[in-house]
């Protein structure tokens, strides 16, 4: 064993590690100055992510930084392997965190790190929050459709909190939108179409959605009076493809993702059934406008509530 004298310095004096090498792990206060020390005992790391070093400094400045089991990890010489980011986080930051830090870890063994499987966003939901049951892989989905098409934000990283936010706030209309645009039929049980839905949810007469679910879907004929022929209409273009020509001529997918252009154009549709508009007749109609654009009804967002726990 070779330690060296900043590692005894740093680990064993100002950390009061033992000195022999042996495992011990034990959770300590990380000061921005400790963090300096304990990435200069570095001996080589994969490519920082400064999109992920960013991540964990806001969390860290805005107090959400929390002890974990994940610990920053030294080999039996001393030698950083494990906890970069974290270290580097709380140099940006300008913060102090406190974390677990661990010793003595065989060399060999550090190459086992971070090669589990990876936890999704619905993984971790339903590991650590109190909507774990509602929290499955489609209504994350929707609820992340809904961000990305309100806001335009498509980020994986800083997503987490704003995705359990949108679940509690929409979570009738999710639940909605997963019991009536069951998965499984190509583009009309799409994630966008679903999270359209959900979205209207809170908005419109929910007996009047469900119909329209039942003629988006099936194909069925309206049971509500008053109800257009949308939906059915809708449907037609879903199933042999025109959708994306009738989002194009409409100026809908202008700077957007197709994703998002399904999304507003649904709202649209659901807006104009709600109304008893015939979704084709309004289109026939556009051909004869110059700008070759519809002046369709406000579009219905959800709301999005940012969730802290």
């Not at 590690?17 to 020390?37: K, L, Q």
């Not at 080589?44 to 107090?63: E, M, P």
């Not at 980020?155 to 209309?173: D, F, H, P, Q």
């Not at 997963?178 to 009309?188: A, L, Q, R, T, Y």
């Amino acid at each position: 064993m070779s330690i060296n004298e900043k590692a005894v310095q740093v680990l064993c004096g100002k950390l009061r590690f033992n000195s022999r090498g042996e495992f011990e792990s034990r959770v300590v206060e990380i000061t921005p100055a400790i963090a300096a020390d304990l990435l200069s005992l570095s001996v080589g790391n994969r490519l920082k992510k400064d999109k992920h070093i960013s991540f964990l400094a806001n969390q860290i400045t805005d107090g959400k930084f929390v002890l974990t089991s994940n610990s920053i990890g030294f080999d039996e010489d001393f030698n950083l392997r494990d906890g970069h980011h974290r270290l580097n986080a709380v140099l940006v930051a300008g913060v102090s965190i406190v974390a677990s830090v661990s010793v003595g870890i065989p060399a060999d063994n550090f190459k086992y790190v971070d090669i589990g499987i990876r936890r999704s966003d619905s993984d971790r939901l339903q590991m650590y929050s109190d909507i774990k049951d509602f929290a499955t892989p489609r209504a994350v989905s929707i609820a992340k459709q809904i961000i990305s098409s309100v806001t335009g934000d498509t980020s994986k990283i800083a997503g987490l909190e704003l995705t359990e936010g949108v679940l509690r706030a929409n979570k009738a209309g999710i639940l909605f939108a997963v019991e009536n645009m069951p998965s499984g039929k190509k583009v009309i049980s799409s994630i966008p179409i679903s999270a359209a839905i959900a979205s209207a949810f809170l908005y419109v007469d929910s007996y009047k959605l469900e119909s329209f679910c039942s003629m988006l879907s099936n194909g069925n004929p309206a049971r509500v009076v008053g109800a257009s022929e949308a939906a059915l209409n809708f449907r037609q273009f879903l199933t042999d493809g025109r959708y994306m020509s009738v989002i194009q001529k409409n100026n809908i997918l202008s700077g957007r993702s197709s994703q998002k252009a399904l999304f507003i154009t649904t709202q649209n549709v659901i807006a104009e059934f709600m109304c008893g508009k015939d979704y084709s007749r309004q289109k026939v109609a556009a051909k004869r406008n110059e700008s070759g654009g519809v002046d369709f009804m406000p579009i219905i967002y959800s709301p999005i509530i940012p969730f802290t726990r």
